[in-house]
């Protein structure tokens, strides 16, 4: 039996959680989840982003079913430092996951790229680089103010996610690897990425491999999305390669991730890449639909394949049924998914 | 009279670089040019980059003009870091100016966008951030190794962009101007250029401001690119940026850079975004539109503002006279666009 910590988080969070929990209790009836309240209004309330004490439960359990977290009332950097970075830090959630497909029903604001065409997973590697928090401030509110950000990169951080996107790659029909970086400027770090991929991709000579620098990435993911297969990149660069690949495929409202543990050693955390929009939040009229891909996520890391499978393939149809521009109620969109999904 | 430059390097750079010296004598006859062998070439046959005393006969020039530097014979960083990182950080090239307009003739790969719906310019910083080369590899080749690159800010120099970038929002119709940064992540260098951004604004009451995170902005400049007016932001986000605007401008064939001293203490140095593509190199069919404008950018750095204006109109009469799909001769497309210009 699995148990799911559910952190529902802030706005339109809460809405799009109670569906990909419905959808996980229509196949999977047995699960159990735990309710955890943090987040911008547990943070207003108590000045505390992530107790000791709750941190330790959340260990406890299989994996994490996270909705958004955010509001402008809280300063940048609090919530997502505290809690969603510390997740995935502490509980070495050194794979972050991020499929983007242009799906049947969903355009992408590129021409003539058609549903299908575009079927890719970046690798975002999630424990280390200009995320690790390394940096300072001198000088504060002076002319001779400075401030440092600092990225860290070690073999062992670097060759286990390359690994890892080498193993996904060889299980895909196209078997294709992109590294993505920037070693003509950042030699250091890019030096140690790419000398490590080169000895990683040895051990794969059934997958096919290339480099691109990140603005070159960029670029060629506006003017060519269907060229990548799976791309392996650091914790910076893949934040903004997941985001474009998003927006070619129209958009975050179907962008799943998941912050994952591969041994599963810690509990990995599964969330829709949108943010909790508190302009639509309340109103019931939040899409699910990427809350509940990451649910299909978080079925297919702890195993039940079939399960996610279905669930994906109810969102699929789910979407390829809409009316483009129909509004939609968050509550029908859940009950539509999990009962395609159960049956 | 201006003293120029010229600095065509490899590939396509010595091509394209050609015309937009032609057109800058068709604008400007009393232009005095100096040809400096530099780039892949010369590394290979003198294991040089920059000798120091090329560099001191550079800096005796009013601007140079570049073409474009790289062939895959040299190690990835070598002419980056000794050539042209070398001359933004040595003449304090602090602004780096990368206009994006979706020209007339031209088509962007988004769907329903219209030659002139996209003109935007990104100031990139061009001395601090990651590009400062700060950091280093430890036990190399082993699986202790580590990698670091730190990301060094200054608020004089994150003042002075920021104050530059204001400027040119204010004397734009629009006076609208983008912070872009990842505060949210990068608290330290965030918050210096968050907190200065906001102090010279107090200075620009008539210039509206917006704050994006990269990952936003790389999705919005997707989704709905016609938003931007001015945007200002660091090195790296930069380089990614400017790609992506590139893109959705239909590619880097008309994207112009200069990387600018403002205060000409130094010469400024103007470039196409392209590379010196081997692959088309040799054949005459390179676009000089992007080198042209970039010349362009010289002219308008130096004072002429009419000649450079004369020379982007005819640069954009020449791609709105284009038949979509039809090949091109470099050489041509120089003499039609240096007429026009002259006329
Ligand atoms: C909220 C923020 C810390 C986070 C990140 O930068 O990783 C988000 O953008 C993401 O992509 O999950
Ligand atoms: C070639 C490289 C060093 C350079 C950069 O990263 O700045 C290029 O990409 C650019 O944008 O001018």
Redesign the interface.
Known sequence: MARIAVVAGDGIGTEVTAEARKVIEAVLPDTEFDDYDLGARFYNRTKEVLPQAIEDELAAHDAILLGAIGDPSVP??VL??GLL?KLRFDFDQYVNLRPSRLWPGTTS???GIKPGEIDMVVVREGTEG??V?A???L?K????????????????GVERVIRDAFGRAQRRERRHLTLVH???????????W??TFAAVAAEFPDVTTEYQH???A??????NPQRYDVVVTDN?FG??L???A???TG??GMAASGSVNPERKYPSTFEPVHGSAPDIAGQGIADPAAAILSASLLLEHLGHTDEARRVSEAVAAEVASRTPGASLRTAEVGDRVAATAAA
Chains 1, 2 share one sequence.
Do not use: Q
């Open positions: 940048p950097g997502e430092r970075l604001p590129l021409s200009l995320y928090g940096g300072g401030v000088h509110n002076t002319p001779a103010e400075i401030a440092t950000e600092e990225s860290l990169n070690t073999r062992h920037k070693t003509n400027v950042l030699t250091h770090a890019g030096g140690l790419a000398r990140i603005d070159a960029s670029m060629f993911l506006v003017s910076l934040d903004i997941t985001d474009i998003a927006a070619v958009g975050i």
